[in-house]
């Protein structure tokens, strides 16, 4: 059986988890998830219930290169964790005596207002379908979903804000379960690109096992960045993983915040992610051609010289290669190359951002002391 082991800090573990839970917590040793599931007790005349799953990436999603839409500056793979041990579950209600959205998250109401939520909501309103159900007396047209509002209660089993894709489980279940009650006909990936609108990696926990987020070259809607399943849950069977808990603290700097700072001071996110390399040069080849001065031809070339040099195509193609294989010794090689570049470029923003404390180091360089 093969193990992979990510060492992650996680915040609050005592507010917030029972002590029964942290010991499943602290090593998760299971299963890859399957499709996303609703709870049997979801059974209320206007409203509907999902639970979805937290995932974590491969090779990692830093920085996107349109904030709006939520467009990454590269492709990402990720594994679907077990919906048993870390999940998002949310209900979701509507009725026209709801004066406006609500959403209670972990038992505390919070804001609706941020560009995130509203867009999504947005999204999926405009995707709902005509819904009738004579038994329980129900008939909704699809143009009064505009109109009609939702109350939303949604339930982490594990600390928000912490590393461990709070967001991506939370956003996933939101949308999945608005669309059931609002008899979305989408697919799964086509619900991964309203996912995507709230949090990126939450395309992602759309689909179970091994999955991939599609760059896309739509930029004026990202209607083809969405999520695929590469392989389901039960192609790699033997595979474990292991969640080891090794800090209370919260990062002091959330995702949200880190990765755009990242994307506008670090010189290394270029060399990574080829979109943000290109771009950048086709830029300052329209600066030089306005400017008068002829040398387009030269900077071509040093595009081209440079755009092969940079990691992450190349190393997608490899992880898939892996995966579709099982070749575990190079599915850990790509993962830790990829953590290790992902955390350098962290220290080469400014201010520097660091995701790692002590703890990691050490155990980090245990493990690599043990593998000399």
Known sequence: MYHATLWIDVGSLADHIPYRFVVIYAKVEGRIIGPLSYPDDSSNDDSDS??????????KYW??????LILAVNESISITLDLDHLCATTTVAVSPKFEKDRLWLNGKEMSLSSDR???????IRSRGDNFEDDEKGIKIMKEDWMRLHFHIASHNNFPTGTGLASSAAGFACLVFALAKLMNVKDDMSQLSTVARLGSGSACRSLHGGFVKWVLGKD??????SFAIQLEDEKHWEDLVILIVVVSSQQKEISSAKGAPLTVATSP??????????LASALRFAWCITVSGLC????????????APKEVVPKRIVEMERAIRSRDFATFAKLTCADSNQFHATCLDTSPPLFYMNDT?????????????
């Open 295 to 306: 040398i387009l031809r030269d900077l071509t070339v040093l595009t081209l010289n440079i």
């Open 50 to 59: 999902a639970k979805a799953p937290s995932n974590i990436s491969v090779i």
């Open 360 to 372: 990691s180091h050490r155990r980090v360089h245990s493990q690599v002391r043990e593998l000399m």
């Open 117 to 123: 939520y509203q867009n999504t909501l947005r999204e």
């Open 63 to 68: 920085g996107k290169r349109n904030e709006a």
């Open 219 to 224: 930029e004026k809607k990202g209607k083809d």
């Open 268 to 277: 290394f996110l270029h060399y990574r992610a080829k979109f943000r390399l």
